[in-house]
Structure formats: structure tokens, C-alpha cells
């Protein structure tokens, strides 16, 4: 089983439609939890941190759940901009720093 | 956001030569810095950590005679490929933590490497 579990997608959806993209994770220790964006033949670049407490970014909201060792963003009024791969990031430290990033999930938004 | 820069952007080479990547981290020291290597479709894969200083620390199934790590000062880290291959081909990105805030990650903008 994979460290970080993403649906690879892709997803296709229309301008302003509404989509959710889910992640889990297998080590319990984990201990901070991202999404990354990453457009193609690029670096990543940090969306948002993800809290317990849910945390919402303009259209963009992230939220955990720690008993589920579950993450999710939510993409309210998709604009075409959003398209590319979103990628969940979990960190644990636990005998040395560790990051795992998810395979990613892809995002086409069509006029 | 810190800003994180890598030189080449793109380099193509022969089977059989050596290549070095430069991360540079700009406006900050990068007391630790990451090396991914990333194929087409596929995630991130770390291939090492490297502390200033330091030996580099690889992961499993990367060979570190092939892939020489140097983090040399708090500002620079280099990857040195070894007689690549034309599998070694790949956009390898770099990124660097600032000992201040050990979650947060600065990635460089990618290095895409073709063997021929």
C-alpha cells in the first residue's frame, strides 16, 4: 500500500462546477498535512497547509481528519486557471524528516 | 515565499557524461535540502537529503556512487550525475527547508535532463 493515496483522475469539469479530490494516508504519525499544485513541466508550488480545524483559502478548502488519516480540498467556482495536478503532501518526523508526496490527481477545467 | 533557483533548466547530454544540477536557496539558509527526481505522469520520488555539511543521506534503491550529493555551504547543494543513461533522463527538482520552520519546503523550479 502506498504511503499517500490520491485518485489519479483525471477530472473533467465545466467552468464553476464544484470539485472535491480525496487523499489517505498510512502513517499515523503523520504530522502536517499539504496540498501542492503542480502545473505540467513545473515545480510544485504550495497551495495550502491542511488543519483539523478545516481551513478555507478564497475558493480553496482543506480539511483533515485524523482518525480517518484522510485529507481532502475542495475547488468551489472552478475557473479554467485551476487546471493542472494536485498533489497531497504529508510530512512525519519520525526518525528523520520525512516527506511523501501523492501521486496526484489531475484537474481539466473546460470552458 | 523564499525563492529556491536550480541552473540548468534543461540540459541534454551523451550516454556515458557526467552532469551537475546547482539548487541555490536565495534569500535564506537551507539547512536542509531535498532531491526528487520526477517521470512523466508519475509523483515526486525523493531520492536524497542532504545536510549541510554532511554526507547525504539516500534512499532506498538510489545508488549514491552514481548520484553525488554535495551541500557544500548553507546556500548550495549540487547533484552530480554519473555517467548517465538514458534511463537517468527525468526532471529532477530540488528543494530547501529553512531551519526555522522544519515543514515548510522551497522547491526549486526543475531541472529536465535528457540522455541521448
Given amino acids: 500500500r502506498k504511503e499517500v493515496e490520491q ?36 515545480e510544485p508550488k504550495l497551495l495550502m497547509s491542511v488543519y483539523s480545524s478545516g481551513n478555507e483559502d478564497g475558493r480553496f478548502t482543506a ?10 480540498l475542495l475547488i468551489r467556482d472552478s475557473k ?25 490527481t489531475r484537474l481539466f477545467v473546460k470552458a | 515565499g523564499a525563492v529556491v533557483s536550480q541552473h ?41 537529503t542532504s545536510n549541510e555539511g554532511s554526507k547525504a543521506t539516500y534512499e532506498q534503491g538510489v545508488e549514491k556512487d552514481k548520484f553525488l ?5 548553507l546556500t548550495l547543494s549540487t547533484l552530480t550525475v554519473t555517467s548517465a543513461h538514458p534511463e537517468d533522463s527525468s526532471f529532477y527538482i530540488c528543494s530547501a527547508r529553512d531551519g526555522t520552520a522544519i515543514y515548510e519546503q ?4 526543475g531541472t529536465r535532463l535528457t540522455v541521448t
Fill in chain 1, 7 to 42: 485518485d489519479p483522475g483525471p477530472f473533467n469539469v465545466p467552468e464553476g462546477a464544484t470539485v472535491a479530490f480525496n487523499c489517505t494516508y498510512s502513517n499515523s504519525a503523520s504530522q502536517s498535512f499539504f496540498w501542492y499544485r503542480q502545473d505540467c513541466r513545473k
Fill in chain 2, 8 to 48: 540548468p533548466s534543461w540540459v541534454i547530454c551523451k550516454s556515458g557524461t557526467s552532469v551537475k544540477i546547482e539548487c541555490r536557496s536565495l534569500d535564506f539558509q537551507a539547512t536542509t535540502m531535498f532531491w526528487y527526481r520526477q517521470f512523466p505522469k508519475q509523483s515526486l520520488m525523493l531520492m536524497a
Fill in chain 2, 106 to 109: 522551497y522547491f526549486g523550479p
Fill in chain 2, 69 to 73: 550529493i554535495n551541500h557544500a555551504s
Fill in chain 1, 63 to 72: 480539511q483533515l481528519n485524523r482518525a480517518s488519516q484522510y485529507i481532502s
Fill in chain 1, 80 to 104: 479554467l486557471s485551476d487546471s493542472a495536478t494536485y498533489l497531497c503532501v504529508v510530512n512525519a518526523n519520525t526518525g528523520g524528516f520525512k516527506t511523501i508526496f501523492g501521486a496526484g
